[in-house]
């Protein structure tokens, strides 16, 4: 989706990341998306485990004997695809979290929660409490960018997230009726994500996180799999694209 931003500026092309954070590709206003718990464990998600040792969400059951897929999906049927992408999906429950979780899938390296870091983009300021972020955190993706991480407040703040990404994509639509076509934040059950380039995101697809996307022209191709997002409108896919 994206090459390297330099710092507090971004290419002008997520053409979005979001974690995309845009997750894939970057806008003609230059938005990127690609979004411990208290004993730092997140639930949900490949890298997760659940309190007894095994692997977070149940769809693993339901999936029989199939496949492994993309993401930790599994082949078999959209069915199935879909509830094991939704049940691997990580829910942090911390900002603190959501970073650590990250780090184990790609280079997060001073991770930090502190508001006035000076590593956060201007954008960042539009993704606040009325799109249901309380913190946000950030760190160094290894090259010349940086990952930006925004928790929301449970389900019901990330569904006002997704709502509120759902009309920043419409009206830029106003403008581009592509815009954003390939998705936008990696969204976990609780947080979301900007990651700055390609090599950040590959990373992701790993992380059980899956891509927002809110433009209706959108149309998965090849074996890209699709989920219910909590609004209507949007969708949550595993295509994690550069």
């Known amino acids: 989706m ?15 990341v979001a974690l995309a954070v845009t997750v894939s590709a970057c806008d003609e206003d230059g938005e990127r998306e690609v979004g411990a718990s208290d004993q730092g464990v997140v639930s949900g998600g490949s890298g997760a485990s659940g309190g007894d040792g095994t692997s977070g969400g149940d769809g693993a059951s339901d999936a029989g004997d199939a496949n492994p897929g993309r993401n930790g999906g599994a082949s078999g049927g959209p069915h199935v695809r879909q509830k094991m992408m939704l049940d691997n999906m990580p829910e942090a429950g911390t900002v603190m979290a959501a970073g650590e979780y990250l780090q184990r899938f790609t280079t997060c390296e001073r991770y930090s929660i502190d508001p006035s870091d000076e590593r956060y983009y201007p954008m960042d300021e539009k993704f606040d409490v009325s799109w249901g972020v309380r913190f946000r955190g950030t760190c160094d993706d290894g090259g010349h960018g940086y990952i930006r991480v925004f928790k929301t407040d449970g389900t019901d703040g990330m569904e006002r997230f997704q709502s509120a990404y759902k009309a920043d994509v419409a009206e830029r639509m106003k403008r581009d009726e592509r815009a954003a076509i390939k998705g936008g934040f990696a969204i976990g059950k609780d947080f979301a994500v900007i990651a700055p380039d390609g090599g950040t995101i590959r990373d992701l697809s790993a992380s059980g996180l899956l891509v927002l996307n809110c433009n209706p022209n ?3 191709t090849g074996d890209v799999a699709t989920a219910p997002a909590l609004v209507e409108g949007c969708v949550l896919t595993d295509e994690f694209v550069a």
Do not use: G, H, K, N
């Open 2 to 16: 994206i090459s390297p931003a330099p710092p507090r500026t971004l290419a002008a092309v997520f053409a979005v």
């Open 218 to 220: 959108f149309r998965p």
